[in-house]
């Protein structure tokens, strides 16, 4: 059962920086305030690199490719690999309150949750969608859905990748292969591991929302709380590129 009395935001701010910053601002407000639960659905408008928290920027992006192709590369607040968005790529973010949900202070217990929720509203897309690895979603044996999360005291914060019209050459030309692979990877490169859902972005955003219940869009956001992380870290070399 998803969780309910969730809100709806469906924003993509100007820049890469102030959408990751969104992200956690949305997660600061739920810890601040003790809520909203809040569906957030976004998608960059260039392609863009988003390596992980504690991932080592060199071992996971050729960074000599990125700065021919004046691709930005960025770090996230959650953990993880590095991915690559852009257009063809929605991004979701769920803030859930461990205190409504007891279940979700068990990390497994909240990637099932919430991947096994998506696989089902998604499943009218392609047969054998699955979550595989730790936290992926692949159509068979091929990943269309990176996720990650961030755990704080009261709430957390899931959120993930949805490719559905991708250049997945991309992938390739700006990722080095992971140092840390899934076992059902098998090894593969990037470009025979990685996959498209065949849904169209209007149909794709509408199966989200439903597998999370319609929540009821809301109009604001924590705008002051934005520019500060974008000020403090997303802005920052110090933060994206350090390791």
Known sequence: MPPLDLTLLDLTLPTPAENLALDEALLDEAEAAGGPQ??????????????????????EVDLAACRRDGVAVLRRGSGGAAIVGGRGCLMYGLVLSQALHPELRSIDAAHRLVLETLARGLGQFSAGIARRGVSDLAIGERKFSGNSLRVKRTHLLYHGTLLYDFPLSAIGRYLIEPPRQPE???RRPHAAFVTN?????AALVRAVIEAWGAPVERKTWPERRVAELVAEKYAQ???NLRH
């Open 197 to 201: 859902l065949p849904a169209t972005r």
């Open 237 to 239: 070399d110090a933060w």
């Open 38 to 59: 809040v569906l957030r659905l976004w998608e960059p408008e260039r392609t863009l690199v988003v390596v992980g928290r504690g991932s080592h920027v060199a071992q």
């Open 184 to 186: 059902y990877r098998l």
